[in-house]
Nanobody, 123 residues
């Protein structure tokens, strides 16, 4: 079991910045990747950024150059620094953790999700 708690969302003007945090607890040792997804009303959930256990990252094209994902292993926390925010960034942002469990040497993956934090970019 992994529990994820997000924070840092809010209302910001276009061009502004926000920093999202996601703190993980529980079976932290099982996590091999964490990331941020977002979903706007009427649209599909999309990957924003992901960071793996070895530090590798991948970012959505729409946010490259503006957002940065990072982690603090000591705090079991992943961050999403969002700069130069645009109205189209408005969405509920969900923290995701991918966990791997082994049963008799066979790996099984499971995704955990935070409750989501609202980010609104508006004038």
């Amino acid at each position: 079991q992994v529990q994820l708690v997000e924070s840092g969302g809010g209302l910001v003007q276009p061009g502004g910045s926000l920093r999202l945090s996601c703190a993980a607890s529980g079976s932290i040792f099982s996590i091999n990747a964490m990331g941020w997804y977002r979903q706007a009303p009427g649209k599909q959930r999309e990957l924003v950024a992901r960071i793996t256990s070895d530090g590798s990252t991948n970012l959505a094209d729409s946010i490259k150059g503006r957002f940065t994902i990072s982690r603090d292993n000591a705090k079991n926390t992943v961050y999403l620094q969002m700069n130069s925010l645009k109205p189209e960034d408005t969405a509920v942002y969900y923290c995701n953790a991918r966990a791997v469990y082994r049963a008799y040497g066979i790996p099984h993956e499971y995704n955990y999700w935070g409750q989501g934090t609202q980010v609104t970019v508006s004038s």
